[in-house]
């Protein structure tokens, strides 16, 4: 077979998958401030009519909009790529497949939902989005669907990754949108952050509730997310079910498929089109990875959380290290987010989906290796996959196992190369998160 297998431009999904309909049990509710359950309106102030729709969605497909699809024909299908001077550097028995999101012209994932969310705000009226982004691949998507239907866009990146990352500042920049490093002294919510700590460096939360803070504020703006709500998981759905097309092109089917997992729209992106079909007696076991930094899925606490630091958007049954939880400034700055998205939440919990924590070096040594064997830099939250899947092929090079292994390449690296000459020059540190301060973190969970 060749190493990329191509779809047709026409094989672009024309609907979403919306795994609520196949799921065991109905998910949670969210919760406003008294503990009670809250319907669609809460979500008015700052989400489109139709977006609070999807939301709230139990329709198994959902039809993708003539126009939104033109748009992804930019660069949508993606290629599936097999791996094969990968799986020769590793002697595996492995197949090693990987969908390459790299190739959108924000570099990532993140468009699938970013042009959608525009769509929808420009049909409704809205002249402003405002959102936060950690690494910069959700702001530079947000941007670049803004520059596309005429929307200004303000974006509030974590502290931390606007100093790591300037080239994707510049990025978000060049397609016209404003970018503030969060905490910022534009909020109550960052006067209050910076009155108490002037050094912050920020975090996922924070800039969650700068941006939610000034979309309630502004009748004209709508806030937009990258992650996390059951909408933008709907609209990464394009990933899976292009990956099952291409498979079957060549006859293959995933034993194993894995993605990095921060609030969860790249896992459920890829994920959620194949556990429709462990429903139907498919067998095939779906891993998250996310880091041993922020190990949310595999230390957090299920339970109900706010989404952001300072506790304005309303409770959702999640995993999570507490919504104060401050992650250290690692490098995979999209995967630094103290919860997880409620949808992959409830399925971990409910044993559908596995997850495994990876550190942070051996990320960046398995990121060097698919570079020098495939060909690609790898996003550091990229090099979470790639690392939790040469594991499984030299577990099965040593068993004999001749798997199928399937990951999603989330993005490319080009401007993380800080990161890297800071690997190569063995300035990085692995960080496990101490228990005590997980325990303590949880202990500030919301009472009700």
């Known amino acids: 077979m060749d190493k990329k297998i191509w779809l047709p431009e026409h094989e672009i999904p024309t609907h979403w998958y919306n795994v609520v309909a196949d799921m065991p049990n109905a998910p949670t509710p969210p919760l406003g401030p008294d503990g009670q359950p809250i319907g669609p309106d809460a979500l008015s102030a700052i989400f489109p009519n139709s977006i609070i729709e999807q939301e709230v969605s139990a329709e198994r497909w959902i039809k993708i909009p003539d126009e939104v699809r033109e748009k992804l024909a930019t660069w949508r299908p993606t290629p599936l790529v097999r791996a094969f ?37 420009k049909m409704e009226g809205v002249k402003r989005l405002i959102t936060e982004t950690g690494a910069g691949q959700w702001g530079s998507s947000l941007a670049l669907a803004g520059q596309m239907y005429g929307l200004d866009v303000r974006v509030f990146m974590v502290k931390v990754s ?43 939360g924070i800039a969650i509730s700068e941006a939610v803070e000034e979309a309630a504020g502004n009748p004209e703006a709508n806030y937009a997310l990258g992650s996390v709500l059951n909408h933008v998981l709907l609209h990464q759905t ?30 459920g992106g890829i994920a959620f089109p194949f556990l429709a079909d462990n429903a139907t007696g498919k067998n095939v076991r779906l891993v998250a990875v996310e880091p041993t930094s922020c190990p949310t899925l595999t230390k957090g606490e299920y339970t109900y959380d706010f989404g952001d630091a300072s506790g304005l958007t309303p409770m959702t049954k999640m995993y999570t290290l507490g919504h104060d939880f401050m992650p250290p400034g690692i490098h995979a700055g999209g995967l630094r987010y103290h919860g997880d998205s409620a949808l992959v939440s409830q399925l971990y919990h409910e044993g559908l989906l596995e ?4 550190s942070q070096i051996r990320t960046f040594e398995a990121g060097v290796l698919f570079a020098r064997t495939e060909g690609i830099i790898p996003a550091p939250e990229s090099n979470h996959a790639i690392a939790a899947v040469v594991d499984e092929a030299l577990r099965c090079k040593e068993t004999g196992e001749a798997k199928t292994l399937l990951f999603t390449l989330s993005g490319h690296g080009h401007f993380d190369m800080v ?15 101490p228990e005590e301060a997980i325990k303590a973190s949880l202990a500030r969970l919301p009472k009700f």
């Open 85 to 121: 001077a990968l799986e020769k550097a590793l002697g595996t028995p492995c197949k090693i497949f990987y969908k390459n999101e790299s190739v959108s012209p924000a570099g990532s994932h993140k468009p699938n939902s970013a042009i959608p969310q525009a769509y929808y705000n």
């Open 162 to 204: 606007y100093n790591q990352k300037p080239y994707r500042r510049l990025m978000m920049q060049t397609w016209g949108a404003e970018v503030h490093a969060s905490p910022t002294n534009l909020t109550q919510v960052g006067r209050d952050i910076l009155a108490k700590d002037p050094d912050s460096q920020g975090s996922l």
């Open 238 to 267: 394009v990933i899976g079910l292009e990956a099952k097309k291409q498979l079957a092109m060549v006859g293959e089917y995933p034993d194993m498929v894995f993605a990095p997992c921060g609030g969860g729209s790249n896992f």
């Open 419 to 433: 990161s890297y000459d800071r690997y190569f020059k063995g300035e990085l540190e692995d960080y496990d998160y």
């Open 355 to 358: 997850a495994r924590a990876v």
